[in-house]
T-cell receptor, first 111, second 114 residues
């Protein structure tokens, strides 16, 4: 079992729709959760962090964390073609501070 | 500096040569991470520094790979006797304390071994 798992996609979303991305993690004691966006040929860019159960909203982005289910998600509202990228979920485990990444979900927003 | 800076941006080297990749983290950030990303693949963890110490170097793929950090700031990743499979983008990230703090990436070094 991978430490952080994501569906590789591609997730195809019409412009203006909501994109829903999921991530599961194996270490129940994980403490910090992050979403990064990576455009092709570029380095990852942090878009959201979440540390406690519930929802956290930032503009068109909402992160949702459920520690009991070991699940974190990202919603992108009013998706734009510029949101087309790979979205990486990252988790800091309980022991030590290594930041572990999932394989990423590729999102394609079609006009 | 304003962000994480990596140099060089691109490096082409001959198989068997040694290379050094540099990472200059955000000023004041005590945690520093190195990752490797092969074409079309995910991020592979290499090593994590807290200050000048490396509490987790479990991702270094072989003893040809080493890294150091001096003055709690600049880090150098050294690859000895490079092989073609070392070709990848090497990414550095830093965070304020490591524990539960956001990490920010540099632009990466694209290494090509020919």
């Amino acid at each position: 079992q991978k430490e952080v798992e994501q569906n590789s996609g591609p997730l195809s979303v019409p412009e203006g729709a909501i994109a829903s991305l999921n991530c599961t993690y194996s270490d129940r004691g994980s403490q910090s959760f992050f979403w990064y966006r990576q455009y092709s040929g570029k380095s990852p860019e942090l878009i959201m962090s979440i540390y406690s159960n519930g929802d956290k909203e930032d503009g068109r982005f909402t992160a949702q964390l459920n520690k009991a289910s070991q699940y974190v998600s990202l919603l992108i509202r009013d998706s734009q073609p510029s949101d087309s990228a790979t979205y990486l979920c990252a988790v800091t485990k309980a022991a030590g501070n290594k930041l572990t990444f999932g394989g990423g979900t590729r999102v394609l927003v079609k006009p | 500096g304003a962000g994480v800076s990596q140099s060089p941006s691109n490096k082409v080297t001959e198989k068997g040569k040694d290379v050094e990749l540099r990472c200059d983290p955000i000023s004041g950030h005590t945690a520093l991470y190195w990752y490797r990303q092969s074409l079309g693949q995910g991020l592979e963890f290499l090593i994590y520094f807290q200050g000048n110490s490396a509490p987790d170097k479990s991702g270094l793929p072989s003893d040809r790979f080493s890294a150091e950090r001096t003055g709690g700031s600049v880090s150098t990743l050294t690859i000895q006797r490079t092989q073609q499979e070392d070709s990848a983008v090497y990414l550095c990230a830093s965070s304020l304390t490591g524990a539960n703090t956001e990490a920010f990436f540099g632009q990466g070094t694209r290494l090509t071994v020919v």
